[in-house]
T-cell receptor, first 113, second 113 residues
Framework: DSGVTQTPKHLITATGQRVTLRCSPR?????VYWYQQSLDQGLQFLIQ???????AKGNILERFSAQQFPDLHSELNLSSLELGDSALYFC????????????FGNGTRLTVT | GQQVMQIPQYQHVQEGEDFTTYCNSS?????IQWYKQRPGGHPVFLIQ?????EVKKQKRLTFQFGEAKKNSSLHITATQTTDVGTYFC?????????????FGQGTILTVHP
């Protein structure tokens, strides 16, 4: 058990809809990362927050947004969903950005139909 | 942006054979991390290398960081069926994007008993 909690585990929704994925980091970790994993793309970095502030951004689509709240949990919002957004979305946390290893949650599997 | 290229993409071995995966970058890396993802699971941190020429061992696993800090390798001696999974290398972009941990495409290891 990594200590990182992601909900929901599975999500099935239709194209055009909006969903919210939630992540609670490991106790004491201030950094939260979001990754997208699809079969042909490996682990794609989306965005990172540190203590409530956005720290680094990857190839995150404009339809996607995220935030980290004062209690350090984070939410990833995906809107105007397309079939190609179907993937496994991982949240990870670490103590400090950069040097610390990432601890991954079990992921949310999103299926867009 | 920074990219880490990982080869091979797939590796099939007989149990007891050795296995090596390589990670290469065109730029100097500040550090390199290795992760393992079991089928259906999430990435799990294995090790971090930071020094030029560094070699670290974990039982049957040997990790190396190149002298120029542009490449790294993971070698497994006498593979076992429990070694099955995808092995990823990852590194930080550095600078203002220090929190952006970029993953290689991964090497999928299959071990035949």
């Amino acid at each position: 058990d990594s200590g990182v909690t992601q909900t929901p585990k599975h999500l099935i929704t239709a194209t055009g809809q909006r969903v919210t994925l939630r992540c609670s980091p490991r106790s004491g970790d201030l950094s939260v990362y979001w990754y997208q994993q699809s079969l042909d793309q490996g682990l794609q970095f989306l965005i990172q927050y540190y203590n409530g502030e956005e720290r680094a951004k990857g190839n995150i689509l404009e339809r996607f947004s995220a935030q980290q709240f004062p209690d350090l949990h984070s939410e990833l919002n995906l809107s105007s969903l397309e079939l190609g957004d179907s993937a496994l979305y991982f949240c990870a946390s670490s103590g400090a950005p950069g040097d610390s290893p990432l601890h991954f949650g079990n992921g949310t599997r999103l299926t867009v139909t | 942006g920074q990219q880490v290229m990982q080869i091979p993409q797939y590796q099939h071995v007989q149990e007891g054979e050795d296995f090596t995966t390589y990670c290469n970058s065109s730029t100097t890396l500040s550090n390199i991390q290795w992760y393992k993802q079991r089928p259906g699971g999430h990435p799990v941190f294995l090790i971090q290398l930071v020094k030029s020429g560094e070699v670290k061992k974990q039982k049957r696993l040997t990790f190396q960081f190149g002298e120029a800090k542009k490449n790294s390798s993971l070698h497994i001696t006498a593979t076992q069926t429990t070694d099955v999974g995808t092995y990823f290398c990852a590194s930080n972009a550095g600078g203002t994007s220090y929190g952006k941990l970029t993953f290689g495409q991964g090497t999928i290891l299959t071990v035949h008993p």
